[in-house]
């Protein structure tokens, strides 16, 4: 394993934990939503704001720590700098702790998603640009072909996460300029940037699965590059008709979403055409884990985001359920279904790539997997109807505000207890993840110090294996020139 990889092991920990935590937060928010009047020592606003952004923020962190590992494979070498490895790990970890205290605490911009104090979002542009230089340079000091797509495709996503991100640093006058904006993040990051990013460390993990042709995967990559860009930059559309744009953007919306799911569809034929079935029945636990993970990730891909969000963005349809539950319910299945998951999944692959997994590990994994999808699916199904409940009731019965909410109250009981599944899911991944963590803590927190250390020794190993190759290739030739002697000897005499 490389240096750089080890390096991950720390980002794959605290990503559990923050997913850990975020199971717990929401199932609270949940409850205060069906019980409004319950005690609380948390404001509703500052509560949701906390779940928002942890939401966006801890799949972001794990979705760094995995590039850089599967980049440096894909690499062929180091990253450039492993100092900036671990100094992007301790930048973005106390960025993220800060944004999520001062929520807590009531510092609130009031731009959904990015509620978090200006200032502090220097310190996402500051993580995400460190991930970028850290891969350009190693990309470009790499001996591999530069067209090899794992690694263009997570560039290329890795250089889009700020350039959407950046100019929400920036106030801006007309609230209609910050909702567009603030849309570059919401909405492209997940459908452009992240998919990218994801598409790429999908795509080099399991280029180590049997019977996998590079040559096959890297044409999909490309393939699905252009129709990510395409598709991604146009189908924020309709969000930027409901922000204040003109009419025609619900349309292009609603057009260039129906050709969102092609990229998934895509890397499942490519998948499904190089690779046998008869491989899946040799993986390891490891492997089986990671693999119904990623399976889920796909499901939802296709069906939460890709079709639902198709629905959805139909301009007719649009009209009438945007902002109601089904809009809550397709950022559930859209967030945490597709990018969640893969981010567990390939965070699992790593973590217990050196740490053994015990059968009762693996049992309890496949559970907990088990009920995060239970929980996720209960969750959203019920939000889908609560969602068409309102639609319903206020404009079709014309009810008011507060007769819809008592409506759809059983649906939101519902959604509670799609939310504690959901959260015992969780809560048993990371439970599994922490105890590991306990027994193998100088693996998963190495200090620099000790990788340069190691560094050192492996390259004083290498050169020590050169010199004995070399002082036994100069004894090798002494004796053949001795036989060569001997011969001509042997043949004067003759």
């Not at 923050?18 to 409004?36: C, E, K, Y």
């Not at 009920?371 to 008011?400: E, K, R």
Request: aromatic share 14%; proline share 3%.
């Amino acid at each position: 394993m490389l240096l750089s990889q080890k390096l991950c092991y720390k980002y794959v920990v605290l990503t559990f934990i923050f997913f850990g935590l975020q199971g717990i937060v929401s199932t609270g928010g949940a409850l205060d939503t069906a019980f409004p009047d319950l005690p609380n020592p948390v404001p509703f606003t500052a509560g949701r704001s906390f779940h928002l952004n942890i939401s966006i923020l801890w799949p972001l962190f794990g979705i760094t720590g995995i590039v850089y590992y599967f980049f440096s494979r894909e690499a062929g070498r180091e990253m450039y700098s492993l100092k900036l490895i671990e100094a992007n790990f301790w930048v973005f970890l106390v960025t993220i702790i800060t944004i999520l205290g001062s929520l807590v605490l009531g510092f609130n911009e009031g731009i959904e998603y990015l509620e978090a104090w200006r200032p502090l979002k220097l310190g996402i542009a500051v993580s995400i640009s460190l991930l970028f230089y850290n891969l350009i340079r190693t990309y470009l000091a790499a001996k591999v072909p530069k067209s090899r797509a794992t690694l263009v495709s997570i560039l290329a996503g890795s250089f889009t996460l700020i350039v959407f991100f950046l100019p929400n640093l920036l106030r801006y006058a007309h609230p209609v300029a910050e909702e567009f904006l603030k849309f570059w993040v919401v909405h492209l990051w997940e459908e452009l940037s992240l998919e990218l990013i994801g598409t790429g460390v999908l795509a080099a993990a399991v280029l180590n699965l049997p019977g996998m042709q590079r040559s096959v995967i890297e044409n999909v990559i490309y393939l699905d590059i252009t129709v990510m860009v395409l598709t991604g930059v146009l189908a924020t559309g309709h969000h930027y008709y409901w922000a204040g744009g003109p009419f025609y953007w619900i349309w292009i919306g609603g057009a260039f979403s129906t050709i969102q799911v092609v990229p998934a569809f895509l890397l499942l034929y490519a998948i499904g055409k190089t690779v046998k079935l008869q491989y899946f029945f040799q993986l390891g636990q490891r492997e089986k884990v990671v693999m119904v993970m990623i399976a889920s990730s796909m499901f939802y891909h296709i069906f939460g985001a890709g079709l639902l969000g198709f629905l959805m963005a139909v301009p007719a349809v649009n009209k009438y359920i945007h902002g109601t539950y089904i809009t809550s319910a397709h950022s559930h299945l859209a967030v945490f279904g597709v990018f969640g998951f893969l981010v567990l999944a390939l965070g699992y692959y790593i973590f217990f790539s050196e740490i053994a997994l015990d059968t009762q590990s693996y049992r309890l994994s496949l559970l907990g997997v088990f009920c995060l999808n239970a929980g996720l699916l209960v969750m959203s199904a019920a939000l889908l109807v609560a969602g068409g409940l309102q639609s319903y009731l206020w404009y079709v019965a014309g009810l008011s505000v507060g007769e819809t909410n008592q409506g759809i109250f059983p649906w939101l009981l519902l959604r509670l207890v799609g939310g504690l599944t959901y959260t015992t899911g969780s809560s048993l991944l990371t439970y599994i993840i922490i105890k590991k963590v306990w027994s193998n803590f100088a693996l998963c927190f190495p200090s620099l110090a000790m990788l340069e250390q190691q560094r050192t020794i492996t390259l004083q190993e290498l050169h020590s294996g050169f010199q004995q190759v070399h002082t036994a290739g100069s004894k090798l030739e002494q004796v053949l020139r001795q036989t060569k002697l001997l011969l001509d000897k042997y043949r004067n005499l003759k």
